[in-house]
């Protein structure tokens, strides 16, 4: 058996078709496969991003999964995360431990390649990659309540652009900055997050999905910023920012949102929250939980990896 990338060519249409119903996110087959080789496309992409298979001597595939590479500060150091998604095995080979041969195999070439730890966010519970070895670490998920005014607050809320991105990346660096675990969310991984969403949004249904990036700016820099997604069920807030130590011109922000339709119930609004993220005076925070994709984590080298939610800063955008 031999592990090979399956980023291209007839493996990667194989690979597509049969995990398309699974996670094809309300896309038709052709978009969806579009959506992933949009992703592999972008900047980040194409440093960060790859998909792998397990295929057996005659090139049959027998288990496949894709494999981030995320730059990370771990108590005040900078290395690497091998954030390790999608795992599959076509149905004839289930039950024979090809998906934790590949794990195991492409976690030894991350091992080799100085990371520090792998990553993974589990749909199907926690007892499969307990058994190699990953452990749950909590992340908070909550339902945002916006305190709504007659009226919308006097601030002015535009569409963000790419001009942006360098203000979002101080942001995140100030606020995450207490925490024992983060992202470093440089420009180009916010350019991914947020080409990964609206790419979603733009390939499917019309009225399905929606994304927003919003900021409200001073002078001709933006202070605080805003990602929400938006379907039939809510809004999901995927990533904020703010420079103001209360996060209130955050909360403003949201209120201005909300204004736009006074006559509309309050939208439900869930978010992965920080606990190192200020709460704006303008929200509540409530119905605090576990996520429901459990985050977990493997030490590939002689770390100490986080517990406790409070010691982990990350945002719903960055989901793998």
């Not at 590479?69 to 999608?86: N, T």
């Not at 420079?243 to 922000?253: F, N, Q, V």
Request: aromatic share 10%.
């Amino acid at each position: 058996m031999n592990v090979v990338v399956a980023d291209s060519g007839p493996l990667l249409d194989r690979v597509l078709g049969l995990t398309y119903d699974i996670w094809n996110e309300g896309l038709t087959e052709r978009a969806y496969a579009q959506w992933y080789r949009a992703q592999i496309r972008t900047p980040w992409g194409r440093q960060h991003l790859q998909r792998f298979a397990l295929v057996d001597d005659a090139g049959g595939l027998l288990a496949t999964a894709k494999r981030y590479r995320y730059r990370v500060r771990l108590d005040g150091r900078f290395g690497w995360m091998a954030g390790i998604g999608a795992v599959f095995t076509p149905l004839p080979h289930r039950g024979q431990g090809y998906a934790s041969q590949l794990i195991e195999r492409l976690l030894e070439m991350e091992r080799r390649d100085g990371v520090w730890f792998a990553g993974l966010f589990s749909e199907i519970g926690t007892s499969f990659y307990e058994r190699l070895g990953f452990a749950a670490v909590p992340i908070d998920e909550v339902t945002i309540r916006v305190d709504r005014k007659a009226g919308a607050p006097a601030m002015l809320v535009r569409v963000g652009d790419d001009r942006d991105l360098p203000a979002l990346e101080e942001m995140h660096r100030v606020r995450s900055s207490s925490v024992r675990l983060a992202l470093d969310r440089d420009r180009s991984l916010i350019h991914y997050a947020l080409s990964k969403k609206r790419m979603l949004a733009g390939l499917g249904p019309v009225g399905l999905r929606q994304v927003e990036f919003v900021v409200a700016e001073e002078g001709v820099s933006a202070v605080a910023y805003a990602v929400l997604h938006g379907n039939a069920n809510g809004w999901t807030l995927e990533e904020a920012g703010d420079r103001d130590p209360a996060g209130a011109r955050l909360g403003a922000m949201l209120q201005v949102l909300v204004a736009r339709e006074p006559s509309a119930p309050m939208p439900l609004i869930r978010a992965w929250w920080p606990q190192a993220f200020p709460v704006p005076p303008q929200l509540a925070l409530t119905d605090r939980s576990a996520a429901r994709d459990v985050f977990m984590v493997r030490p590939l080298a002689d770390i100490a990896m986080p517990e406790k939610a409070e010691d982990v800063f990350y945002w719903h955008s960055d989901h793998f």
